[in-house]
């Protein structure tokens, strides 16, 4: 069946650092990949999409990188702030096309 | 402009009560997404309409679930007869038109406690 795997412990970092969060994936040749934010009480955020034949995308201080060899995803948050503390989930399209598939997210805190 | 809003934001049913979730769409949005999220979960698809027509209820996890969307617009998620194992958070999420790269808007969600 198809997986998404996500670190399933909290990453604490210090602020100014950068971040880095995997998502890991089986059973899928997906033509996108998503990664989406979500804080406590709200639903997710969408925050960037990667295509299957693109190798990186940035946006401001996000990089995502997707390696469809190895079937993993970075996502790396540079210069990180308090402000980015939240979860963040990696969401692959299921067969559908339209619906999507969810990791379980990976929690990010931030300290000063 | 208004996002995906979802009433109400909280509700705690008895088991075997019936509750009725609501989600108001961004205007204009084709497609809309029920997802069904655990503690500690991801967000599990539920079921899926275009316009009025739902085209996938593959994600209902019983007969209990049922979703409308009569007039294209609001929609209704209905769970009838609730068991403790429906305690989850339920989003609403819609985008524009269907098609793959198409993002999704969530809603905050209705947080559903079955005692």
């Known amino acids: 069946s198809q997986k998404i795997e996500q670190n399933s412990e909290a990453l604490n970092i210090q602020e100014g650092k950068t971040a880095t969060l995997t998502c890991n994936y089986t059973n899928y040749s997906p033509a996108y990949l998503q990664w989406y934010r979500q804080d406590p009480g709200r639903g997710p955020v969408f925050l960037l999409l990667?295509?299957?034949?693109?190798k990186e995308k940035r946006k401001e201080r996000l990089k995502v990188t997707f390696d469809t060899t190895l079937k993993q995803s970075l996502f790396h948050i540079t210069a990180s702030q308090p402000a980015d503390s939240a979860t963040y989930l990696c969401?692959?399209?299921?067969?559908?096309?339209?619906?999507?598939?969810f990791g379980k997210g990976t929690s990010l805190l931030v300290t000063p | 402009g208004a996002g995906v809003s979802q009433s109400p934001r909280y509700k705690v049913a008895k088991r075997g009560q019936d509750v009725a979730l609501r989600c108001d769409p961004i205007?204009?949005?084709?497609?809309l997404f029920w997802y069904q999220q655990a503690l500690g979960q991801g967000p599990e698809f539920l079921t899926y309409f275009q316009n009025e027509a739902q085209l996938d209820k593959s994600g209902l996890p019983s007969d209990r679930f049922f979703a409308e969307r009569p007039e294209g617009s609001v929609s209704t998620l209905k769970i009838q007869r609730t068991q403790q194992e429906d305690s989850a958070v339920y989003l609403c999420?819609?985008?524009?038109?269907?098609?793959?790269?198409?993002?999704?808007?969530f809603g905050p969600g209705t947080r559903l406690l079955v005692l």
């Open positions: 205007s204009g949005h084709v497609s």
């Open positions: 999420a819609s985008a524009y038109k269907t098609g793959e790269e198409e993002t999704q808007y």
């Open positions: 969401a692959l399209e299921t067969n559908s096309g339209y619906a999507l598939n």
């Open positions: 990667i295509r299957e034949n693109e």
